[in-house]
């Protein structure tokens, strides 16, 4: 019987490879969501751009160089500076979103460490409470203050729209 389950394809060890194939999958995608990570990727493709926009310009330069001294006639084809200066363009401009939305992801994590700073322990995993976390009273005391503080805002904001809407009617009527 063990013999036949693993000839089987199904046997157990082609489940742990599916599953180990799977696990490598999911990092692959966080992977790629990951602003830092992604930058770091980009990086070399940077550097070879760069290093290609170099040569072309040099290679361009050398070439108008010898068609302005009469040597060489302009009907040789030369590679496209502006093909691969927009390639580089491009990839800083992914970079810059990389940036940018690493910079958001560490500020909207600085945000949230600093209006819920504590941990409720939950029902799950009661052996990894930790000493600084908060009580669910404590927890739903600060959920109601942050409800609170959304009403007003909200209510600010129902008031400010209603005083414009207020005096911009005036105005249409003559």
Known sequence: MASQQQQQPGGPMSQSGLQQAASLQQQQQQQDFDPVHRFK??????????QNVMKIASLNLAH???IDNG???????????????EEFYALCDQLELCLRLAYE?????IDSAKHSP?????ATKPDTVQTESMSYAQYLAMIKSQISCAKDIHNALLECSKKIAGKVQPQGIM
Request: with cysteine; net charge positive; hydrophobic share 30%.
């Open 105 to 109: 992801c560490l500020s909207q994590s």
């Open 118 to 122: 504590n941990l409720v322990p939950t």
């Open 64 to 66: 108008n160089t010898s």
């Open 41 to 50: 990727m980009l990086i070399p493709q940077l550097k070879e751009s760069l």
């Open 71 to 85: 040597i060489k006639s302009s009907d040789t084809s030369v590679q496209r500076f502006d093909k691969s200066l």
